[in-house]
T-cell receptor, first 112, second 112 residues
Framework: GNSVTQMEGPVTLSEEAFLTINCTYT??????LFWYVQYPGEGLQLLLKATKADDKGSNKGFEATYRKETTSFHLEKGSVQVSDSAVYFC???????????FGTGTRLTIIP | DGGITQSPKYLFRKEGQNVTLSCEQNLNHDAMYWYRQDPGQGLRLIYY???????QKGDIAEGYSVSREKKESFPLTVTSAQKNPTAFYLC???????????FGQGTRLTVV
């Protein structure tokens, strides 16, 4: 079956630091890959996505590249801000399968 | 504005009572989902529906029930059979296969 493994948290960084949150997956075929963000007390918001190998998703300074050869979709940001503090979820969805498979989430805290 | 509306945001229930959580979407999406989130944990799928009058169990369906009488609506009932119902419940919807899901703001259920 499908599975997503992401970096254990919590992660604490200083403002303007470089961020990487690792995400690897197991799936048959060519799934679509997603990063979602959840702010305290709220639902999940789509941060970025990639639908085929070598695609790069980007939004709000965050980037992730779909690497088929390493089955990875690591989230990166060059300079984090306090407002980036949230929980980040990596997810995948196979074409023909309606279910999204989520990782366990990584809590990120940015300190001024 | 299009989106997913969950209500209420906070809900308190006495032990032994059933309670229904509302989820409405005006995105014209075919598929709808219910997830449960416990503190510090990822999302677990309760039920999902791909079409009106049809739904499937997810990974933790015991103690829950759903209906899908209209495309726009997918209410979740937490029954008295659910042993540990206190959690954050998230509803989501998606359009076609392989695309991202959009989430509501969640309902926090507390059993008192």
């Amino acid at each position: 079956g499908n599975s997503v493994t992401q970096m254990e948290g919590p992660v604490t960084l200083s403002e303007e630091a470089f961020l990487t949150i690792n995400c690897t997956y197991t799936a048959t075929g060519y799934p679509s890959l997603f990063w979602y963000v959840q702010y305290p007390g709220e639902g999940l918001q789509l941060l970025l996505k990639a639908t085929k190998a070598d695609d790069k998703g980007s939004n709000k300074g965050f980037e992730a590249t779909y690497r088929k050869e390493t089955t990875s979709f690591h989230l990166e940001k060059g300079s984090v801000q306090v407002s980036d503090s949230a929980v980040y979820f990596c997810a995948l969805r196979n074409f023909g399968n309606e279910k999204l498979t989520f990782g366990t989430g990584t809590r990120l805290t940015i300190i001024p | 504005d299009g989106g997913i509306t969950q209500s209420p945001k906070y809900l308190f229930r006495k032990e032994g009572q059933n309670v229904t959580l509302s989820c409405e979407q005006n995105l014209n999406h075919d598929a709808m989902y219910w997830y449960r989130q416990d503190p510090g944990q990822g999302l677990r799928l309760i039920y999902y529906s791909q079409i009106v009058n049809d739904f499937q169990k997810g990974d933790i369906a015991e103690g829950y029930s759903v209906s899908r009488e209209k495309k726009e609506s997918f209410p979740l009932t937490v029954t008295s059979a659910q042993k540990n119902p206190t959690a954050f419940y998230l509803c989501a919807s998606s359009a076609t296969q392989g695309t991202e899901a959009f989430f509501g703001q969640g309902t926090r259920l507390t059993v008192v």
